[in-house]
């Protein structure tokens, strides 16, 4: 089986080892059995997102950040070239 890099960084953030080694970059406070993001540099902008499924798991999706372009938001971004 493969897994997306960012997939593997996914599972394993889930590890009491990791746990004790992340840092944290803002002052939200930290809740158990919500949705977490992860994202760093990897073959592009790495990103994937775990999700609570109510049950005591965790599903986790990755995705390549990098990979994105901001949406239009007003008639001068629709013109811009």
Do not use: R
Request: aromatic share 12%; net charge negative.
């Amino acid at each position: 089986m493969f897994l997306n890099d960012f997939e593997a960084i996914g599972y394993s953030v889930l590890s009491d080892q990791i746990q004790e080694g992340m840092i944290k970059v803002n002052d939200s406070l930290i809740s158990t059995h919500k949705n977490i993001s992860v994202f760093g540099p990897g073959t592009g902008l790495g990103t994937c997102l775990l999700t609570y499924d109510g049950s005591n798991q965790y599903n986790v999706y990755s995705s390549e950040g990098g990979h994105v372009e901001l949406s239009c938001i007003d008639s001068f971004d629709w013109n811009y070239k």
